[in-house]
């Protein structure tokens, strides 16, 4: 009985962690699908915060970054630069390049989005040409 269980133990202590490269196409795919709370499972705390956000903001009525007129295509050729516990993770989505940074905690890979720049180099399809001129604000006067 001893061995049964010593051979379970060993098992799962052996278990490899998932790469940056199947980390990254995880995090993505439940992002596309609007999935946030399953997104944020393969992120660090900074991303799980931006994945509530998303949905919050999603729940309150505001515009979702996922067009649900468009079925998400799977992320193609992953390839991560690994520099010790942190990675960089290039793919292609919908034929644009993209990329994610990743952070190894606890010797599991997970996605890093900052604050500052929530998205880094993914082409989220933000309308690049809009200008905006702060008297084209209208401030409203409260009384």
Request: proline content about 2%; charged content about 40%.
């Amino acid at each position: 009985m001893f061995v049964a269980i010593a051979a379970i133990f060993m098992f799962h202590a052996c278990k490899t962690t998932d790469s940056p490269e199947k980390v990254t196409e995880k995090f993505m795919n439940h992002l596309a699908a609007g999935e946030y709370s399953k997104a944020a499972e393969y992120g660090t705390e900074s991303t799980k915060q931006m994945m509530e956000m998303f949905e919050a903001l999603e729940s309150l009525g505001g515009e979702s970054i996922v067009d649900d007129d468009v079925k998400p295509e799977k992320i193609k050729d992953v390839e991560c630069e690994i520099d010790g516990d942190f990675a960089v993770c290039r793919f292609e989505e919908d034929g644009e390049m993209a990329e994610v940074h990743l952070v190894k905690i606890d010797g599991n890979w997970l996605v890093d989005m900052k604050k500052e720049d929530p998205f880094g180099d993914m082409d989220m399809d933000w309308d690049d040409d809009a200008e905006w001129d702060v008297e084209d604000i209208e401030i409203e006067e409260l009384d």
